[in-house]
């Protein structure tokens, strides 16, 4: 028996994960397995039930669970500067909690006429992104007369090793290439990384073909060659401004699924996209990113290979069969919600 914490959190949340527990329950019985689900509160509708955006049962239950499905954090109505805890809050404290060091980001072109790029076919790119160190986490500090403010970039030895560890068991995995990318050329921090990247790769992984790429180079590339590249890691930093820039290589946020992993489980999985309040309770939202998220979370928390394998195919046998929710639809016919969440579990169950 493998159990799920569902945390819908906020805006659409709720109806996207929905969809994803209908598409598990349709692999589940498929191939005879035996998925519990429980929900638990995060973010905005914590705040407004207990005063806190992560409550404690809700860590517990998350312990206790092999797998954590999240739905979307944050809206308007908790957006004052001021307030003492956001949403956003109880997502970063999640992660903070379980460990969850390695952000998984794969990016995958299905409608190349959608891409603001001109030939976006055939892009497959993994971004593993360190979720737990450097600049977010580092020292900080304002003077005392409000003008001068400070944020160090930190990164020890053992969180670079274990996230390039990571990385390359990845490319091991598709195409067996990685890039490293830095700004050795500026930063200490990033000397350190390269350094101790070059020393991991060359003595744990000498299969895999390895190269170092510097940051503002990157953004550049992913631009003008994004098909060259297979699985990239980098800091917390770099990752987070790489990875909202890939994100629009696809045409749409409601494609592309995020994983937080850690030694063990449970892993987080989740959308990239927001939670939406413009379109909540719409049955508008695509689920397609969320769904994919569950896939995620039996490849990499309970290896279900096959299942997971099933599900990515029918998201792919769905979409070539024409079906297109508002965000990808353009001027054609489009699927609600559940209509799309309702076609892939059919598609799963044959």
């Known amino acids: 028996m493998s159990h799920f914490t569902l945390l819908p959190g906020d805006g659409i949340g709720p109806e996207v994960i929905a969809q994803a527990k209908k598409v598990l329950e349709a692999v589940s019985v498929r191939y005879g397995l035996d998925f519990t689900f429980e929900e638990q509160l995060i973010g905005g509708v914590a705040i407004e039930a207990t005063g806190d955006p992560l409550p404690s049962s809700t860590v517990e239950a998350c312990r206790a669970s092999d797998a954590i499905l999240l739905g979307a954090v944050g809206g308007p109505q ?145 631009l003008s060659r994004p098909r060259d590249f297979d699985v990239v890691v980098t800091g917390n ?28 489980p449970p892993g987080l999985y989740e959308p990239i996209h927001g939670s939406a309040p413009d379109i909540a309770g719409k049955n508008l939202a695509n689920p397609l990113a969320t769904i994919l998220a569950a896939a995620m979370a039996l490849r990499h928390s309970l290896d279900l290979l096959e299942p997971a394998a099933a599900i990515e195919t029918a998201v792919d046998d769905v979409l070539a069969a024409g079906l297109r929710t508002a965000d990808v639809a353009g001027t054609g016919p489009t699927a609600s919600t559940t209509e799309m969440g309702d076609a892939v579990a059919r598609a799963v169950s044959m």
């Open 78 to 222: 908790w957006d004052d500067p001021s307030a003492e805890t956001r949403p956003e809050d109880g997502l970063l404290g999640i992660r903070s909690e379980l460990g969850l060091y390695a952000n998984l980001r794969p990016i995958q072109v299905h409608f190349p006429t959608a891409s603001p790029l001109r030939d976006a076919a055939g892009v497959d790119i993994l971004f593993v992104r360190e979720l737990t160190g450097g600049i977010y986490f580092g020292p900080s500090s304002l003077s005392d007369d409000g003008m001068v403010a400070r944020s160090e970039m930190v990164y020890a030895v053992p969180e670079i090793e274990r996230i390039i560890r990571v990385a390359a068991e990845a490319a091991r995995g598709r195409s067996g290439k990685l890039t490293s990318v830095d700004k050795a050329n500026v930063l200490e921090v990033s000397r350190l990384w390269r350094r101790t990247a070059a020393r991991v790769m060359a003595d744990e992984f000498p299969d895999i073909e390895y190269e170092v790429v510097l940051v503002d180079a990157m953004a550049m590339h992913l």
């Open 237 to 264: 930093l770099f990752g987070d401004i790489l990875t909202d820039e890939a994100s629009m290589l696809p045409g749409s946020l409601g494609l592309l699924p995020s994983a937080s992993i850690g030694d063990g």
